[in-house]
């Protein structure tokens, strides 16, 4: 169980700590430390921000386990999410975002949407556990990424994998669209049509006669 707490301006150090633990910058789209001033500055504008929701994530205790962050759009809302070195592989993640979810929700959102890097497996499982669904691979900040996201109809999926139902069935869902949105994204590099090999390149394929080779097209310059 998770419950969020908004965050006030006496927790920024606490959220440098977080941030700048090298497991959770490693899995930022912005892979690096940041300094304390470059910090505040950030965490005061999101404060006063109307479109920026910041949260201390609570465990059942009540201790603080890591930040939760929503970012309101145009019917939309984009959720992300740190949890502190201590509260990790505890099974918070997929909590946590169901909490942020339905704060989002709550605050109007239509459709609540996360990006998330693509070598970071346990937060991608943690959003497929809690409902949500890949739309997309993308490249955002030099990281390959994926986009994923949930509406309100995906509620009932939601409340299927909160019970344990579906868990099985999610992971297995996650790879088969992680297969296809590879798939899809190979095929996007290729060029659409192959390059014709220059005159004079051998062309015979693997079961071509040996004693076959290409022949010179007729001059008709002259004809």
Request: net charge positive; hydrophobic share 35%; aromatic share 6%.
């Amino acid at each position: 169980m998770i419950r969020l707490r908004p965050a006030t301006e006496a927790d920024a150090l606490q959220l440098l700590r977080w941030r700048n633990d090298p497991g959770t910058y490693r899995r930022c789209i912005v892979a690096r430390p940041v300094g304390r001033e470059e910090h505040l500055r950030w965490f005061r504008d999101r404060l006063r921000s109307p479109r920026t929701k910041i949260y201390i994530l609570l465990d059942a205790a009540g201790r603080a386990a890591g930040q939760g962050r929503i970012d309101r759009g145009r019917g939309s809302c984009e959720i992300s999410l740190g949890l502190g070195r201590e509260s990790r592989g505890r099974g918070l993640g997929t909590a946590a975002v169901r909490a942020l979810t339905a704060r989002a929700f709550r605050l109007g959102a239509r459709k609540v949407v996360a990006t998330i890097k693509k070598d970071n497996v346990a937060s991608v499982l943690a959003f497929i556990k809690a409902g949500f669904r890949f739309v997309r691979c993308a490249r955002t900040r030099g990281q390959d990424v994926y986009l994923m996201e949930k509406t309100r109809c995906d509620l009932k999926m939601a409340l299927d994998a909160a019970s344990g139902l579906i868990d099985e069935t999610m992971v297995a869902q996650y790879m088969r669209q992680k297969q296809m949105l590879e798939r899809e994204a190979e095929r996007e590099r290729r060029p659409y049509f192959a390059p014709r090999p220059a005159y004079g390149h051998d062309q015979r394929g693997p079961g071509a006669d040996p004693r076959h080779r290409p022949t010179r097209p007729p001059d008709r310059r002259h004809a």
